[in-house]
């Protein structure tokens, strides 16, 4: 193994030295604890500590990493307390993730680390996100992420790499070739000759090193930033190495030629710089022993900190708390200037603050004028207006920029805010929701539209084991929106128009809003982009033309979390929202003889227990109304929860009218069949003779 020092001195020779070799020598310790049972379980990134530590250290410390499991050396080379993450490794509640997640499933804004999920791609799409945030700012900053050789598999690895060479972002991705992917050797994994042949496939520079090699990998990854901030382009390091220990403890390495151990052996990054520096005479041996003897000290020392135990303290009340992000700033739901972000935006502000919007600002609940808009107008309104408000707010999606969309709600966008804020995307949904995230690691708000709801399939991943989980995690919130048009009744098929609602009602951490009129609609949008946590904006296809009514013309919010009171009666109660509300209307204004409720949930998730229970008790009688289909549909939960909670002031069982339990079919007649609203006036009927 030739190692070229490259003007480096002694003493940073000594000090990389220092960092490859205290990972080693805790992940030595680990292993003993594993099997004393003192931990749980354990990855193990013996043999690939040079990769992590060489490319940690050619960074800033300021410049996110995305690690995986084998990257010990990250956590240690940005310096975190070894204590706490030994707590972290013990499941304490004193760890990173208050004993939430498992072993390195856990980040720290502190140390510009962002914890990994299982799914191992999604890392890959979350640096795109904080690499544009550098480049909207115009910082000298990089982001970087790993995956394994097996990880290059994933959909998401192409779609990062894709969203990087087309944005042009100052992303490196670290792919480490271990061989492996648990016991599937690399021959099963990818047919080209090299990974590196992958990068270059997506139009980014490429290389293949030596991932053994600390220096090459410390000199390649010093130089690739540097590249990559100048030219404002990603990269892609193909690191070879090799895993000696199994994918994790419990599985073993079996499935492991005996020679490729003996091989990778004689490759040991470890071992080879040691021998190096004793050649070259920067270390002694003694010097050499001397420094295993203090980290190995302070290891026991740091264990010892560890081991003051704290009980773990069972908390369901605290649990549900750190689900969500309490809002920040001024009353009314965190809303607040953010720092000029974009030199447009900057000269921008004291214009837009002199303006009738932002003088009507200034006084949110005031009585603006109103005006007769429909609810795609209030949407672009609310969307428009937080634009103004919010100077870090960037909106991504297909077609949004200059075509303004497939709905044409950001047409005229991209002239007013520019290609930075407006940003067309290629078609890869997962890559764009990780993206979202990723700028929200660095405090941007994040508007993505789904071209319509069923394709939120393709990023589902992200949404419900990223976006909604990374605050109870470990305390990072997801300042992101994702606006679904949803909804069938205009004769568009099963791909366009699902009501889909109910996957996201069952994730915790998510927010669930379906306004119904055009003032919710922009109140609730203007509060969802307000809110510090995910949210899914659901809008009905069918009302964005149909629909009109008054809305103030100010900037203001609606509560999300609040239901709201269409209209009371006395004899049925019917419990509704999007579209539901305009058919339970309709119904009740073509039949004066009954006297019905109406209540328009409004927000999903969480749902107004409060409101439904006002409404269940003032008639005694209650239809769940939904577009979506009726087996797991909202209808179900809301049903349960009133039998729970409301059952001595029910006078007839609670009845959900939904649409049929098959696809959405295109022919209208056959739509029409499909919809609940075909069976609305029968399931009344039903109650009110009950």
């Not at 962002?114 to 900053?141: D, F």
């Not at 369901?316 to 200037?337: F, I, M, N, Q, R």
Request: aromatic fraction near 10%; include cysteine.
């Amino acid at each position: 193994m030739q190692f070229s020092r490259n003007h480096l001195s002694n003493k940073e020779l000594v000090s990389i030295y220092r960092n490859l070799l205290y990972p080693r020598l805790i992940e030595e310790k680990m292993l003993l604890l594993l099997r004393q049972g003192k931990i749980s379980k354990w990855f193990s990134g013996i043999g690939q500590e040079a990769i992590s530590v060489g490319a940690t250290l050619a960074l800033k410390d300021d410049e996110w990493i995305m690690p995986l499991h084998r990257n010990l050396g990250v956590f240690t080379s940005r310096k975190m307390p070894l204590n706490k993450l030994f707590k972290q490794w013990q499941g304490r509640q004193d760890g990173y993730s208050k004993g939430r997640e498992r072993s390195f499933h856990f980040g720290s804004k502190e140390h510009y680390i962002c914890g990994m999920i299982s799914h191992l791609g999604p890392q890959l799409t979350i640096a795109n996100g904080t690499a544009l945030a550098a480049k909207l700012r115009k910082e000298e900053k990089v982001s970087l992420t790993f995956t394994g050789e097996g990880g290059t598999s994933e959909g998401d690895f192409h779609e990062a790499l894709n969203v990087a060479a087309v944005w042009d972002l100052p992303a490196i991705f670290i792919i480490e070739n271990n061989g492996y992917a648990l016991s599937t050797p690399s021959s099963e994994q990818y047919s080209c000759s090299s990974i590196a042949d992958r990068g270059k496939g997506y139009g980014m520079e490429a290389i293949t090193i030596d991932g053994n090699n600390v220096l090459a990998v410390y000199d390649t990854v010093k130089g690739v930033r540097e590249y990559c901030i100048k030219n404002q382009k990603p990269y892609l390091i193909e690191c070879t190495t090799f895993r000696m220990r199994g994918h994790e403890e419990a599985s073993g390495t079996k499935y492991v030629p005996k020679e490729l151990f003996d091989e990778w052996e004689g490759k040991d990054p470890i071992k080879n710089f040691e021998q190096w520096l004793l050649q070259e005479t920067i270390l002694t041996g003694d010097e050499i022993e001397k420094i295993r003897l203090e980290q190995k000290q302070k290891i026991e020392e740091e264990l010892k900190l560890a081991n003051i135990h704290n009980p773990i303290v069972v908390s369901s009340e605290k649990e549900l708390s750190d689900v969500y992000a309490a809002p920040s700033g001024s009353p009314g739901g965190g809303v607040t200037h953010s720092q000029p972000l974009l030199k447009q935006d900057s000269e921008r502000q004291e214009e837009f603050s002199k303006s009738e919007v932002g003088a009507q600002m200034a006084f949110p609940t005031g009585g603006g004028r109103e005006e007769a808009v429909r609810i795609i107008d209030a949407i672009k309104q609310g969307l428009h207006q937080s634009m103004q408000h919010h100077l870090n707010l960037i909106l991504m999606g297909q077609d949004i920029a200059e075509y303004g969309g497939a709905f044409k709600i950001t047409e005229g966008f991209v002239e007013e805010f520019g290609k930075e804020r407006v940003r067309n995307t290629p078609l890869c949904e997962s890559a764009i929701v990780g993206a979202a995230l990723g700028l929200s690691l660095e405090g941007y708000k994040t508007m993505v539209e789904m071209q319509f709801a069923d394709f939120v399939t393709m990023g589902f991943n992200q949404i419900v084991n990223n976006l909604a989980k990374i605050y109870y995690r470990w305390g990072q919130n997801a300042d992101v929106v994702i606006r679904m048009p949803t909804g069938g009744g205009v004769g568009a098929g099963p791909f366009h128009s699902q009501s889909n609602e109910a996957w996201f009602v069952h994730t915790p951490g998510l927010k669930v809003v379906y306004p119904s009129t055009p003032s919710d609609a922009k109140g609730l949008l203007i509060a969802a982009i307000n809110d510090p946590n995910p949210v899914i904006y659901f809008e009905h296809k069918a009302l964005y033309r149909s629909i009109s009514g008054e809305v103030p013309a100010e900037y203001y919010e609606i509560e999300i979390g609040k239901a709201r009171v269409v209209q009371t009666g006395e004899d049925v109660a019917i419990i509704t929202y999007g579209v539901g509300v305009h058919w339970a209307e309709d119904y009740a204004a073509e039949h004066p003889e009954i006297s019905i409720s109406i209540l328009d949930l409004r927000t999903l998730l969480p749902l107004d227990y409060e409101a439904i229970k006002i409404t269940v008790c003032r008639t005694g009688k209650v239809l769940i109304l939904h577009e979506d289909t009726l087996t797991g549909g909202i209808g179900g939960e809301i049903s349960a929860w009133i039998t729970e909670n409301c059952f001595e002031f029910l006078d007839a069982p609670v009845m959900r009218c939904a649409s049929l339990d098959t696809s959405v079919p295109f022919n209208i007649e056959l739509e029409k069949n499909f919809l609940a609203k075909s069976r609305l006036g029968e399931y009344v009927q039903n109650l009110v003779s009950y």
